[in-house]
């Protein structure tokens, strides 16, 4: 099953983790990693242009990386 990229990951009552893009709030599906993130927000052509995805550290992460309550990603 191939997977729409536009899809949005905030599916209404089984919402209930926050997480921060570029300091924007979304709530996604427990479970949900960087790209679906990066998805819901629009930002994942960023990605495709070479930009770079980092938490709140400043460490690089991947897209596959997991997301928790919280988290806070940013792209440069």
């Known amino acids: 099953m191939e997977m729409n990229t536009e ?10 983790m926050k997480v ?6 979304f709530e996604l599906v427990p479970g949900m990693t ?3 993130a990066l998805i819901d927000a629009g930002l994942l052509d960023m990605i495709k242009q070479g930009k770079k995805v980092y938490d ?4 690089e992460i991947g897209l596959s990386g ?10 440069r």
């Not at 899809?7 to 209930?16: A, C, L, P, R, V």
């Open 7 to 16: 899809e949005k990951y905030t599916t209404g009552k089984d919402t209930d």
């Open 20 to 25: 921060y893009v570029n300091d924007q709030e």
């Open 34 to 36: 960087v790209k679906h």
């Open 56 to 59: 709140e550290m400043d460490n």
């Open 66 to 75: 997991a997301l928790t309550e919280g988290a806070k990603i940013y792209i």
